[in-house]
Structure formats: structure tokens, C-alpha cells
């Protein structure tokens, strides 16, 4: 079945996960009490000044037949493909050619080497493999193997966008390498997604170098995605974003809860990766909600809310949830822009569970317990944000807001992108409450430009826009000369 073919959804329960729809939140921002000092809320959302406002990229043509060929059955069928491997836990056999980690290794590898064929030579598929020393959750030398597609670029193969699903998988112990760990919804679901956009891009050019990436090692300490991070370091590209996949399989809670149209994105505000000098900034002139992590998330918001996913981005302003954390912090610790996405509502006795009934309760990460429309949806939201990256110009270099002298006007310097299809740039502004970009100053093929606005009082941002008037991540300015 198609992916944009509607499916039933049954009820959706309005309960205290329930969060508030756009509509609700400018409701509630119209009748909020004026402050005494400052702007309303209403104000802050509609601030005068320069430019208009700010508006989604809709997708385009191109875009919505990418996603028209995204595939409800094969990601069904690849989750019970993987959960059948028994268990994919770290430590289990990689021998057997039936059951354990390697079994499910060699699987991935067979299925997206099958889908490059048809890639004309534009992407390949590498057994990205290391020896992990005894470590934490590692108690002897272990092979640790991702499975890695890549499509490289046309016109920019050093710039890399990323997504990750891991395939391994964990019962109650998560040294237990033997019993059933069938970890459909962690983390099939997001492997399911990455592989079935492999087949989708397979066929396609795309401007930057996408790699999607099945990696291991993530339950017992994120060690193939930091070895996929390193690997990409030590060849001196350029990530300009990634995103984990995992637990992207249902949208039921514990409770009931449904919210089948959401998925949340979990980007940092404060970098993992921050040095001292650009902590020092920070305090003095903000910032802290304007990482390249949050750019990004903001990007995700622009290009993958709309009618061609059906979905919403539920952004959430931290790293992770609590107690857990997922492959995009290997990436942050690299210092490159990453975000987890997982799904709204959560179910714990499906995740991290031997699979057992207890009292009528039937435990363990099962197939059954997964909504394969959602996933699909899922799918969808990550094909708009890698596609409408890969074909828009990289994120401007170089950004700079000029402090030389005091002025109550804002000049912004940045570096000229390569893009042979490169338009120009825009500026953009909001007042510094309000957590999205609210106008758009566009500014033409320069890289410079003075905007009427004091930047003590509002953030601004640069974007560069290609001829098709695809937008890249906004940069935020760093202050200098
Ligand atoms: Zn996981």
C-alpha cells in the first residue's frame, strides 16, 4: 500500500500527554496577560520590522514522489524479518546463520546491497567493522559491524547528511546475549526506515552525500555509532546533520494514549560539544537556544510538517529523555548538528523486556505491538528533512554578527557557498523569546548585508537559498569582525 493512502486510526484519547495543537498555542498566546515591560506574547509572535514572515518550505514535486514510493509492506516486512533473528544482541552468535547478531548483520547487508544495484554506481554498502576491547557492557574483544549505504552527492560529496537505526537488541539483562530479544520497536522500527529510504534514494541524484546507517553496539554503550562518527571525522567530511531512529515503532502508551500523527525530536540547546571560548560567548550575548542542533530541528519543523508526511515534529528542547540517550550523541560529541527522533507516547513493558506474560500481561518488544503505518509516517518525516537537505545549499560558513563598534543598527558577514545553483541568501529575525524564526529579510547573491534592527534586542540567523528556492539550516552568527 502506498504510504499516502489514508489508514485507520481508530480514536485518539485526549489525556494529559495530550500536547497543545498549533491552533491551541495561539489561542493561548492572544489572551495572555500583558506584560509591563516588553512585548506580549501576541506581540512577540507578530513583531514589526523588517521583512515577512517566516513560512514552511512546502515540498516540492520531486519531494512528494520520493515519498509516494515509500512502502507500508516492505517496512512491515522488514521489522518481522529482523525480530525473527531471535535476538540481535551485541554479544550474541555472529556465526549462526539463523539466529543472533550476525545473522541480522548479513541480512542488512544483502537487502541494501540489492537496493544500490539500482543506484547506477551512486551508492555503495560497506560492513563498517571494528574489535571492541573489553569495556563497559563489553566483558571480551568484540567484533562491532554497521552496516552502512552511501549515496554520494553530485555536487557537494563532502557534505553528509546522516540517519541512523540501530540493530541491535537487548532482553531485560542487558548482558544477556542469548534470550529472545526480538527489539522490533527498538530499534527495527528505525533500521526499517533507513533501509527503506535506501531503496527509495537508490534511484535518485541527490546534490550532498547521504549515509544511511544500520549500526550495533548502541545498547551496551553507542559504540558503533561512535565508531561511524570517528570513521567520517578521520575522513575529514563535513556532517552538517544526523538523526537517530530509535523506539520510532508505535505511538500507544502504557495508558492507552494514542497520537499517531506526532513524532518527537529531541535536540540540545547547550552543545555537547561547546569549547570554553564559545561557552564564554554564550553568557555574554545568549544563545543557548540557537545551537546548530536546534537550527536544525527547526529545519525539521519547516520541511516535514506538512500534508506529504501527515505528520507533526514535536521538538523537544533537551539532549535526550531521562535515563536514556541514542546514536546522535556520538555525533554531537563530534561537535556535527543531531537529533533523536522517537515515538510520542511510550510503552515500557515493550521495551527492554524478556519477552514473558505475567499475570495475563504479555511482555517483550514484539512485532505485534508495533503500528507499521506509523512507522511509515516516520519514514516519511525522515525522507522530506534528508531530501530537502541534500538538494538545498549547505548551511553558511563564516557567519558573523560585527561588534567593532557600538551601533544600533546589525551587520551580518558570511562566506560565499560553492553550490553551482546557489541564489542568494536570507536574513532572518524573532524576538528573543520566541523559539522559532519569525521574519524573513531575503538579501540576494551577497555576503554582507546591514538590517535596521539592533541586535541587542532581537537573534538573527543566515540561510542560503538555491534557484528551486530550497533553504538550507539557518547559521547563527558568532560575534567578531
Ligand atoms: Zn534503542
Redesign the pocket.
Known amino acids: 500500500m502506498g504510504a499516502n493512502e489514508s489508514t485507520g486510526e481508530g480514536p485518539t484519547r485526549s489525556t494529559r500527554r495530550t500536547f497543545l495543537s498549533a491552533s491551541a498555542v495561539a489561542t493561548a498566546a492572544t489572551v495572555a496577560v500583558p506584560l509591563t515591560t516588553g512585548p506580549t506574547a501576541a506581540q512577540a509572535a507578530r513583531p514589526a520590522g523588517p521583512g515577512h514572515p517566516a513560512r514552511p518550505q512546502t515540498p516540492d514535486r520531486e519531494l512528494r514522489a520520493l515519498l509516494r514510493e515509500v512502502d507500508r509492506d516492505r517496512i512491515e516486512a522488514i521489522v518481522r524479518r529482523l525480530a525473527a533473528f531471535g535476538t540481535r544482541h551485541t554479544l550474541s552468535r555472529q556465526d549462526d546463520p539463523a539466529r543472533g547478531i550476525g545473522a541480522a548483520r548479513d541480512w542488512i547487508f544483502e537487502q541494501l546491497s540489492g537496493y544500490a544495484a539500482a543506484s547506477g554506481g551512486r551508492m555503495t554498502v560497506e560492513l563498517q567493522s571494528y574489535v571492541q576491547e573489553p569495556a563497559s557492557r563489553i566483558p571480551v574483544a568484540t567484533r562491532i559491524t554497521n552496516v552502512v549505504a552511501t549515496l554520494r552527492g553530485d555536487v557537494s560529496p563532502n557534505r553528509v547528511y546522516v540517519v541512523t537505526g ?1 540493530y541491535d537488541s537487548r532482553a531485560t539483562d542487558v548482558m544477556d546475549a542469548v534470550s529472545d530479544a526480538p ?1 522490533a520497536d ?2 527495527a522500527s ?1 533500521v526499517a526506515v533507513l533501509m527503506e529510504l535506501a531503496r527509495v534514494l537508490a534511484t535518485r541524484r541527490s546534490e550532498a552525500t547521504i549515509v544511511l546507517a544500520a549500526v550495533a553496539g ?2 551496551q554503550g553507542l559504540y558503533g555509532s561512535a565508531y561511524l562518527a570517528k570513521q567520517l571525522k578521520a575522513a575529514g567530511v563535513d556532517v552538517q546533520g544526523m538523526f537517530s531512529n ?2 520510532i515503532g508505535s505511538s500507544t502508551a502504557d495508558d492507552g494514549t494514542r497520537d499517531p500523527r506526532a513524532v518527537r525530536l529531541f535536540a540540545e540547546g547547550v552543545p555537547t560539544a561547546e569549547t570554553p571560548a564559545e561557552a564564554s560567548t554564550r553568557q555574554s550575548v545568549g544563545g543557548e537556544n540557537d545551537s546548530p542542533s536546534r537550527q536544525l530541528a527547526r529545519f525539521v519543523s519547516d520541511v516535514a510538517e506538512n500534508g506529504a508526511t501527515g505528520m507533526r515534529v514535536r521538538v523537544i528542547y533537551r539532549r535526550d529523555r531521562y535515563l ?1 540517550g ?1 546514536d546522535h550523541i556520538s555525533f554531537l560529541r563530534e561537535g556535527w548538528p543531531a537529533g533523536r527522533f522517537t515515538e510520542p507516547n511510550e510503552d515500557f513493558a515493550h ?1 527492554h523486556q524478556d519477552v514473558r506474560l505475567v499475570d495475563g500481561v504479555q511482555y517483550g518488544d514484539l512485532p505485534e505491538f508495533c503500528d507499521f503505518d506509523y512507522i511509515t509516517r516516520v519514514a516519511l518525516v525522515n525522507g522530506a528533512v534528508l531530501w530537502s537537505l541534500a538538494q538545498a545549499p549547505g548551511t553558511p560558513k563564516g557567519a558573523t554578527i560585527v561588534t567593532t563598534n557600538l551601533t544600533n543598527d546589525t551587520t551580518l558577514r558570511w562566506q560565499r557557498g560553492d553550490e553551482p545553483d546557489l541564489a542568494g541568501y536570507e536574513v532572518v529575525w524573532r524576538e528573543t523569546t520566541a523559539a522559532e524564526w519569525q521574519r524573513v529579510i531575503p538579501v540576494g547573491a551577497v555576503t554582507e548585508v546591514t538590517v535596521d534592527l539592533s541586535k541587542d534586542n532581537v537573534f538573527f540567523g543566515v540561510r542560503a537559498v538555491d534557484r528551486d528556492g530550497h533553504r538550507s539550516p539557518v547559521a547563527f552568527p558568532r560575534p567578531g569582525s
Open positions: 540501530h527489539g527498538d530499534d528505525g548502541e545498547e530509535d523506539i536514556r541514542s521495551q
